[in-house]
């Protein structure tokens, strides 16, 4: 399991902490080895992914989009402030500002949702096609959905989905979703050959896999 922070002080014991976030922040001695803390976060597992779960649904709750000038929006792993403008030939757009016209602010769930979508679909049907070429792997497309709790799918006809959420993730996160799916084609089920594949490829999956879980929450609109 993936640890955020470890930080050596002379106390006597080791202490694991679930941060605001949902990182896992570790507390130990000077003497502690890298493997006693380890085996300890591993015992660990359930208790921190259960509190890590709860503070993370406590963050979730805490964001919620108003749609207002300032307010910040995740694209490919980083946060852009809203500019409302008076006049332009966009609704939406992006540069240093997420851009929107005023006239649109009414729907601009809706805007967001459908440039987000836009975006998504570029982006994720390049990230496949070069993996795909990369790795060996045959996909019969790509096609992009409004999946809430699932990040993407593989079909038995070797469509690949993705949610459009997906696309506010930093780009490397993106790739290892991208990665799962691709292997699951020739791998229908999480066996070990399945991982083995997905490691093969990208031996830091588990360090994405994580981030994907401690922020998944994040990546939403409303």
Not at 66 to 76: A, D, H, M, N, V
Not at 181 to 188: G, I, N
Request: include cysteine; aromatic fraction near 10%.
């Amino acid at each position: 399991m993936h640890i955020d922070h470890i930080i050596r002080t002379r106390r006597k014991t080791i202490a694991l902490i679930i941060q605001r976030d949902g990182s896992l922040m570790v507390r130990a001695p000077l003497h502690a080895s890298s493997l006693q803390i380890q085996a300890l976060v591993e015992r660990k597992r359930d208790w921190i992914e259960e509190k890590r779960a709860a503070a993370i649904k406590q963050l979730s709750n805490q964001i919620s989009h108003s749609f207002r000038e300032g307010e910040k929006f995740l694209f490919l792993g980083k946060a852009y402030p809203l500019l409302i403008v008076e006049q332009a030939t966009y609704t939406l757009s992006l540069d240093d500002h997420f851009r929107i016209t005023k006239k649109v602010l009414p729907k601009a769930r809706q805007v967001f949702t459908s440039w987000f979508c836009q975006q998504a679909r570029q982006t994720l049907a390049e990230r496949v096609a070069e993996y795909a070429r990369r790795y060996g792997f045959s996909y019969k497309q790509v096609k992009i959905t409004s999946a809430v709790t699932r990040w993407g799918s593989c079909s038995s006809s070797g469509s690949l989905n993705f949610t459009w959420r997906l696309v506010m993730a930093p780009l490397d996160v993106i790739d290892y979703v991208v990665v799962h799916e691709l292997v699951h084609t020739r791998v229908k089920n999480h066996s070990k050959d399945f991982w083995a594949e997905v490691k093969a490829i990208m031996p830091d999956y588990q360090v994405r896999m994580e981030w994907l879980k401690r922020n998944g929450s994040r990546l939403k609109l409303d």
